[in-house]
């Protein structure tokens, strides 16, 4: 691709570097100049312009954008159709984008024309929605450079995990003092978070908080066929032998991990019983102000598995805004 000044009388076919305006004729950025601009604008006056003319190998922007956005949609994902160089990618169902940065870095380090942006991976995303966009920065790309960028990613780095856990089962348990406008509160925010996902509660109980009752609650709840039990202690999770572990264990359950490196969310407790994944919740789980919680519910509603490695990586960026029920615990308290 040549870019530079050309004669206007001889630019007619060529395309247009800027958007040029003249009285009775005008260039638009990015196509190509008609026979009758070019003569119009030169009897104007305008003896230059601005052109790009290209090379034999070379791709159109369009053209390369669009063929590199199908190379790299993985399933649950389309192109739009490409303009200006660009071309977006949105997701065909609500669900959690999953990303292969490798596959994405290679793309990007093939020539400084190609690029690629995406949202971060297990970003939960609506159908729709755009999850990454293709551009071609100049007006064409070499061909060679477009092969090599199709052949850095042999396998698409982007796809979606669709929901489909849907049917979710809550336990409450009970101490002196918690309110039951605070449980109720409690519910309506999970419901809206479980919305997007097109999930709901359906069977919720209100048990005391021992291991025995939240034993026989959860065992309820897998008996009913729910797809994912959320356990709300009236006190915070404390250690492996507190309460909500005793009970997930004493139904025949098994802890997989406590705590996480995600704040507010640190006091997260994942488990299962049977095939029903079990989240004890931290207490800011009661906010709708996104917090540890989110991370590991939006992959387990996708029916993606979630290890202990998988919480350790999340404390990169797990650093979150702070929630103001909490009493801003960050701050250390200094005696005078």
Do not use: W
């Amino acid at each position: 691709m040549r870019f530079g000044p050309v004669a206007t009388r001889d630019s007619a076919g060529l395309i247009a570097a800027h958007t040029v305006r003249a009285e009775g004729a005008t260039l638009r950025k990015g196509r190509p100049i008609p026979a009758e601009e070019a003569r119009l604008l030169a009897e104007a006056g305008m003896g230059q312009i601005v052109a790009v003319r290209l090379d034999p190998d070379d791709v159109g922007e369009d053209e390369a954008a669009a063929r590199l956005a199908h190379h790299l949609a993985g399933a649950g994902l389309t192109p739009e159709p490409a303009f200006t160089g660009r071309c977006n990618l949105v997701a065909t169902a609500a669900g959690v984008l999953l990303v292969d940065p490798a596959g994405i870095d290679a793309v990007n380090l093939v020539d400084e024309a190609i690029t690629v942006a995406t949202l971060p991976a297990y970003r939960p995303v609506a159908a729709g929605e755009m999850v990454a966009t293709i551009k071609i920065i100049p007006y064409a790309v070499a061909g060679a450079s477009l092969e090599r960028a199709l052949d850095a990613a042999p396998h698409p780095p982007l796809r979606l995990a669709p929901y489909h856990r849907r049917r979710i089962g809550v336990v409450s348990t009970l101490l002196p003092g918690l309110k039951p406008a605070t449980i109720a509160k409690t519910l309506r925010v999970l419901a809206d978070r479980l919305a997007p996902a097109g999930a709901g509660i359906v069977a919720e109980t209100r048990v005391p908080h021992a291991a025995g009752a939240v034993a026989e609650a959860l065992s309820r709840l897998a008996a009913e066929g729910c797809d994912l039990a959320v356990v709300f202690g009236a006190s915070a999770i404390a250690d492996r032998r507190d309460v909500i572990p005793a009970g997930l264990e004493a139904a025949g359950g098994r802890v997989e991990q406590f705590g996480m490196p995600v704040d507010p969310g640190n006091l997260l407790l994942l488990g299962t019983l049977g095939n029903m994944p079990v989240i004890g919740a931290p207490g800011c789980a009661r906010s709708p102000k996104e917090n540890g919680f989110d991370f590991v519910l939006h992959r387990l509603l996708a029916g993606l598995s979630v290890t202990r490695a998988d919480i350790v990586r999340m404390g990169v960026g797990g650093l979150l805004g702070e929630i103001p029920l909490r009493g801003q615990p960050r701050a250390a308290a200094h005696e005078s």
